[in-house]
């Protein structure tokens, strides 16, 4: 079934969110990571692929989120894993903008592999 | 098996700052690092002038103390910051510095990461961290060695032909993922064989070598140690709060830009994210909730010296311009509180 915009999470105003910045955002027993960049808005899973940590105090540079623990880095538009020690891509979620207000498909996750 | 600890950082601390103006200051920059390159260059051209003009003569090794000096504290400090990924906005830059400085550092680049980033997970917890470099307390016999560089070169030299020889200590094993641990080998490899490759040059007439690379970076071993035996000698073990762990220091313009600011450790500590030339904002901003930093990197290595020396000989080690955990506070025979994991 086609996503509905019943199945959107409104997350917030696009304005929270600077350039070159992530969120954090929890909705009932999962959490997410919501981030800013010249390309747009795109979301995550919230935790490394690599280790138990968060996301939400890693750095953005350009479209790459880097994990503050051991580094390993991620493309946030497609989830991709780019370099060690994180092996496995990260799943990404469609963000659609209405009215400057973020909202998230969290039931259309999406995986480029599952190495 | 192993406990599970929170990360010390901030959080474990109980500082707090406002997160606008930790992003801020976590904004990495391509610029003050390579301005720091272009000074670190000048000034390694300068003293190795010096040792060529002092050729011949006996104040070579004055010279070549000097330039050990301006070579080695650089160098472990680039390879620090650039291993925390936060030397220069550019990856590939980051990574190129990581691989050069830590060839003049001793230390696999992977290795290099991978150990430091658990120190930060569990900074000075007892056989959790992978970079307490001495016992605890320290006795003279120790500080002498680690003074002197003598253990760190030991330790670097053992892992690195280990390394070289897939041989992984349990530690490393544990600190490193399982995925990385063949580049770790290949690396090593690599370092060995350029650290051959310098030792035969040597062999082979090219003496030059000699005189401004092999023994200037060990006569600045020392020079290295003064300021990173600081780090957190005399501090408390398996504490939650950096506060306790860790230590910062006064010093000089000179020392600061040679250092990367790293005489700001609780701060580091605090938040490792923030890169270098960050850190004395972070310090201001900071100050209000953590202890004042020791006096300066002379003063506050002499007070280390009293210390131990002091505990040596049985007597009372209450330092009395320095912080010191109430732990490090011996008198008669010291009872060994924590094992090296370097």
């Not at chain 2, 980051?94 to 992977?110: A, G, K, Q, R």
């Not at chain 2, 080998?185 to 401004?212: E, Q």
């Not at chain 2, 131990?308 to 009872?335: D, F, Y």
Request: proline share 5%; net charge neutral.
């Amino acid at each position: 079934m086609e996503g509905t915009v019943n199945d959107r999470i409104h997350v917030c105003c696009s304005d929270s969110i600077e350039l070159e910045d992530v969120i954090r955002f929890d909705h009932e027993d999962r959490t997410f990571c919501i981030y800013h960049t010249l390309d747009g808005f795109f979301a995550t899973d919230g935790y490394c692929t690599h280790e138990e940590q968060h996301l939400e105090d890693g750095i953005v540079i350009d479209n790459v989120i880097e994990c503050p623990l051991h580094q390993g880095r991620f493309d946030v538009r497609t989830g991709k894993a780019l370099s060690a020690p994180a092996c496995i891509d990260l799943i990404t979620y469609p963000v659609s903008i209405e009215n400057n207000e973020i909202y998230i498909l969290i039931d259309k996750p999406h995986r480029l592999s599952t190495a | 098996m192993t406990a599970r600890l929170a990360p010390t950082n901030a959080t474990s601390s109980g500082v707090r700052l406002d997160p606008k103006v930790i992003k801020s200051l976590r904004r990495r920059k391509n610029g003050p690092g390579l301005v720091f390159l272009l000074q670190w260059g000048l000034v390694l051209t300068s003293t190795g002038w010096l040792v060529w003009s002092a050729m011949g003569t006996e104040w070579v090794w004055l010279a070549m103390l000097v330039h050990g000096g301006m070579l080695t504290l650089p160098a472990y400090a680039l390879s620090h910051e650039t291993a925390h990924g936060t030397a220069y906005r550019a990856r590939w830059l980051n990574e190129t510095v990581l691989w050069f400085s830590s060839i003049l550092y001793m230390e696999e680049p992977l290795h290099r990461r991978y150990t430091h980033t658990n120190h930060h997970t569990y900074t000075w917890h007892q056989n959790l961290d992978s970079q307490m470099p001495f016992d605890l307390p320290m006795t003279l016999r120790i500080w002498v060695l680690e003074i002197a560089g003598l253990s760190l070169l030991r330790y670097h030299i053992v892992q690195l032909v280990r390394m070289a020889c897939a041989q992984y200590s349990p530690m490393i094993r544990k600190v490193v993922p399982q995925d990385e641990l063949s580049r770790l080998t290949r690396n090593a490899r690599i370092f060995t064989l350029l650290y051959a490759l310098i030792a035969a040059a040597i062999f082979l007439g090219h003496t030059w070598l000699l005189w401004f690379l092999v023994i200037p970076r060990l006569l600045g071993g020392p020079v290295m140690q003064c300021f990173t035996i600081l780090q957190h000698a005399e501090a408390a073990v398996n504490s939650p709060s950096i506060l306790d762990t860790t230590r910062s220091f006064d010093t000089n313009w000179l020392g600061r830009v040679l250092y990367m600011n790293m005489n700001y450790h609780v701060e580091h500590h605090l938040y490792p994210n923030v890169p270098f030339f960050s850190l004395p904002v972070l310090g201001h901003e900071v100050a209000s909730q953590i202890p004042e930093p020791d006096p300066g990197l002379w003063r506050t290595n002499l007070e280390l010296v009293s210390v131990v020396l002091r505990r040596s000989w049985g007597k009372n080690t209450r330092a009395r311009t320095i912080r010191q955990a109430p732990q490090m506070i011996t008198e008669g025979v010291v009872t060994p509180i924590s094992k090296a994991t370097m």
